[in-house]
């Protein structure tokens, strides 16, 4: 059984929990060490049992905490090399052995939790979401996602259970106050997934024997938790597919952690 929470979701910082028995792992690390470690108490896990913190990529709110964390606890941060390279400056000195690669395409087993990194489209150095398979069970986190496409729709079928990015509200977006080449950036190609397209993927999956969604990576001023649940129910719907009934949908915030979901 994999035990998966979302500590923290949001254009402000991103890290989830994933455990297999004795062995556990962290999604990113992108708020303060400390408050990562209370959040990891407020689930009733410590560091004790993590093996590995994976990097999806450079940007601040998914590293922030990661090298405070890994000279702290003497865990290994994973990334592939050009993420190394891009996030490196970032990350304050630290031990060799703190320092591990994971290329795309590449499998890496921990405990029996196999790790399998994919690309994702995003303006980054070399982005990736991450598989996680355990006896036979998926666990997928995919975030910051300029656009759909086959391949990487491919990574994400047949997952048992999925954190999806739900960022923004394109109309929110279009009218709010940030700046148009921060809008274009955000709609582009390599920026992030709305809300309607969440919709999407998620009413697909769902068609697909997916059962559980959480809603991640909302945006703070172009997003709010009741809109993106909203939106991904109403295409839920379209394919007569009942939230909470015939499938588990939460929206992942921003400041704390999520229902602990057992897969």
Same mark, same amino acid.
């Given at each position: 059984? +994999? ?18 028995? %004795? ?33 999806? #990529? /450079? $940007?601040?709110d998914h590293i922030s905490g990661a090298g405070i964390l890994a000279?702290? #606890? ?6 592939? /090399? ?39 489209? $995003? ?20 975030? %910051?996602?300029? #656009? ?14 999925? *954190?999806?990015?739900?960022? $923004? %509200? ?15 950036? +955000?709609?582009?190609?390599?920026g992030h997934l709305c809300n309607d397209m969440a919709g999407k ?15 991640? #990576? ?17 295409? *839920?719907? /379209? ?9 588990? *949908? ?12 057992? +897969?």
């Amino acid at each position: 059984m +994999i035990k998966v929470c979302s500590l923290f979701s949001g254009s402000s910082g991103n890290c989830i929990f994933v455990s297999h028995q %004795d062995t556990a792992l962290l999604v990113d690390a992108g708020v303060s060490g400390r408050r990562i470690e209370e959040a990891l108490k407020g689930i009733g896990e410590s560091f004790e049992k993590i093996v590995g913190i994976f990097i999806t #990529h /450079e $940007h601040s709110d998914h590293i922030s905490g990661a090298g405070i964390l890994a000279r702290r #606890h003497k865990v290994p941060i994973y990334a592939n /090399e050009l993420t190394w390279k891009a996030m490196r400056p970032f990350m304050g000195k630290l031990p060799p052995d703190c320092i591990r690669y994971v290329n795309v395409g590449e499998t890496l087993n921990l405990g029996e939790i196999e790790v399998r990194p994919f690309s994702i489209p $995003h303006d980054a150095a070399c982005p990736v979401g991450y598989n996680f398979f355990v006896n036979g069970k998926k666990v997928t986190i995919a975030t %910051d996602i300029g #656009h759909m496409n086959n391949e990487l729709l491919g990574h994400l079928t047949k997952s048992d259970m999925i *954190l999806l990015e739900s960022n $923004h %509200d394109i109309e929110m977006l279009k009218t709010g106050r940030y700046p148009w080449p921060l809008k274009r950036r +955000i709609l582009g190609e390599y920026g992030h997934l709305c809300n309607d397209m969440a919709g999407k993927v998620v009413a697909y999956l769902a068609q697909n024997g997916t059962k559980s969604f959480l809603l991640g #990576h909302l945006s703070k001023e172009n997003n709010f938790p009741e809109l993106a649940y909203q939106t991904v129910c109403n295409a *839920l719907m /379209e394919k007569c597919i009942h939230p909470n009934k015939d499938v588990y *949908l939460e929206v992942a915030l921003r400041d704390r952690a999520s229902k602990v979901l057992y +897969i």
